[in-house]
């Protein structure tokens, strides 16, 4: 009997030790991984892998009239992408080498994909990032973490383009401040009504901070 005993304490002692283990393994992964990766994980990048085909519909309201609206549908497998634009549909491939009539179709998809999957953008991009710092948000005023995101001078659509970008406690953002290069232009929306689409985590609208400015997503679909 106290054989039994003795061998169902060293069992119990093991098991609490191997889950403590494993708990300080992943805190201690966690703290070692950058902000960015933070906010990348939250919102769902280790689930991208595993997704097939995402479908939406980019649309842009000024002063409550609609000015844009394009539905997207976006092979990830094959990198085929198709756009629907004013009951027009043209269909291209992302490769290396965009032809150059297949150019301006590729810019708009790179902004309106930038727009829907930004936070997974953090990993897959060419950016510099600042420390990260506690800011008060340009629209709620509210205290946030901040960082800044920067890309390159040359290259890309809008070389020179930087991000300012609030986030919570549970590294998902709030709000952002756009900076054109040069800082001739710049642009601050919230980041709302977030969205669990099979483990993508989609924030659906975006608005300034008079209302003036809405950028929403619609007919969203993400499959496996």
């Keep these: 009997m106290k054989k039994l005993l003795l061998l169902s304490f060293i069992s119990i002692s093991f098991l609490s030790c191997k889950d403590q283990n494993t708990k300080s393994e992943k805190a201690t992964e966690e703290a070692e991984l950058q902000v960015q990766e933070k906010i990348a994980i939250a919102n769902g990048i280790k689930q991208f892998d595993s997704i097939s085909q995402i479908k939406f519909t980019f649309n842009v309201k000024v002063n409550d009239t609609l ?121 601050a929306t919230t980041w709302e009504d977030y969205e669990d689409f099979n483990g993508v985590k989609i924030s659906k609208t975006h608005k300034s901070e008079d209302g003036s400015f809405e950028l929403y997503f619609s007919d969203i679909s993400v499959q496996k």
């Design 67 to 187: 000015r844009t609206s394009r539905a997207w549908s976006w092979n990830t497998n094959n990198e085929k992408i198709s756009l629907t634009e004013k009951d027009s549909t043209m269909t291209y491939t992302r490769t290396d080498s965009i032809a150059a009539n297949k150019q301006l179709l590729d810019q708009k998809f790179i902004n309106d994909s930038y727009w829907l999957l930004f936070p997974y953008q953090l990993k897959w991009s060419d950016a510099n990032f600042s420390d990260e710092k506690t800011m008060k948000a340009p629209i709620s005023g509210n205290e946030m973490k901040m960082i800044t995101v920067s890309y390159p001078s040359q290259g890309g659509y809008t070389p020179g383009d930087s991000y300012d970008i609030y986030y919570n406690e549970d590294f998902m953002i709030q709000e952002w401040v756009y900076k054109a290069a040069g800082g001739n232009r710049q642009m």
